[in-house]
């Protein structure tokens, strides 16, 4: 099946800092990336949608000058956490899709944890 | 509104045993419906889907589940589970007439104790 990579899987930063996380799509060509927050023992969350060569598409209730998402090429988006806060310390996955169509399938990355002290 | 119910938050089962986890999902729309589990720190993984066809869907690691469009779910079955099945579990719908946007519902945690 499709492979989909996080990067890093694991960070740890200061408050007030900014810290991105890579998602890429390593075998096939992702139109539509997707960005999700999962706080513990909780299910996910959608935050964004992105198709390359736009703009993002974000969830009602998710800031996007607080979470900045790139998707500039088929294999890579990425998410920036702008000033980031202990609020924002959760485990962020994201998934890769061939397009916006309800038949294509998601496929989900191993997810980055990121903890704000 | 559109939504997915899992009726289990945990669900604790000895090694062997059966299982079903269930799923109620509420929409006007047909649906695509899927399976996940995910292990501690962890992405998703797929088990299974229903896209159309057979209302019985077999997965990986043994597991099936059924489309019930009259009592709208897709439980989740395995015949015999084992130490490796304790993890998370989420059922996930997809609107056919709408976008490529999945609702997950709140997860149930499978525990299997020997």
């Known amino acids: 099946g499709a492979v989909v990579s996080q990067h890093p899987s694991w960070v740890i930063c200061k408050s007030g800092t900014s810290v991105k996380i890579e998602c890429r799509s390593l075998?096939?060509?992702?139109?539509?990336m997707f960005w999700y927050r999962q706080f513990p023992k909780q299910s996910l969350m959608l935050m964004a949608t992105?198709?390359?060569?736009?703009?993002?598409?974000?969830e009602q209730g998710v800031e996007k000058d607080k979470f900045l998402i790139n998707h500039a090429s088929l294999t890579l988006s990425t998410l920036t956490v702008t000033s980031a806060h202990p609020e924002d310390s959760s485990f962020y996955i994201c998934?890769?899709?061939?397009?916006?169509?309800?038949?294509?399938?998601?496929?989900f990355g191993p997810g980055t944890r990121l903890t704000v002290l | 509104a559109q939504s997915v119910t899992q009726l289990d938050s945990q669900v604790p089962v000895f090694e062997e045993a059966p299982v079903e986890l269930r799923c109620n999902y509420s929409s006007s729309v047909s649906v695509y419906l899927f399976w996940y589990v995910q292990y501690p720190n962890q992405g998703l993984q797929l088990l299974l889907k229903y896209l159309s066809g057979s209302t019985l869907v077999k997965g990986i690691n043994g597991f099936e589940a059924e489309f019930n469009k009259s009592q709208t779910s897709f439980h989740l079955r395995k015949p015999s589970v084992h130490i490796s099945d304790t993890a998370e579990y989420f059922c996930a719908v997809r609107f056919s007439g709408g976008y490529n946007k999945l609702i997950f519902g709140a997860g149930t945690r499978l525990a299997v104790h020997p």
């Open positions: 992105s198709n390359e060569g736009s703009k993002a598409t974000y």
């Open positions: 075998d096939f060509q992702a139109t539509t």
């Open positions: 998934s890769a899709s061939l397009g916006l169509a309800a038949y294509n399938e998601q496929f």
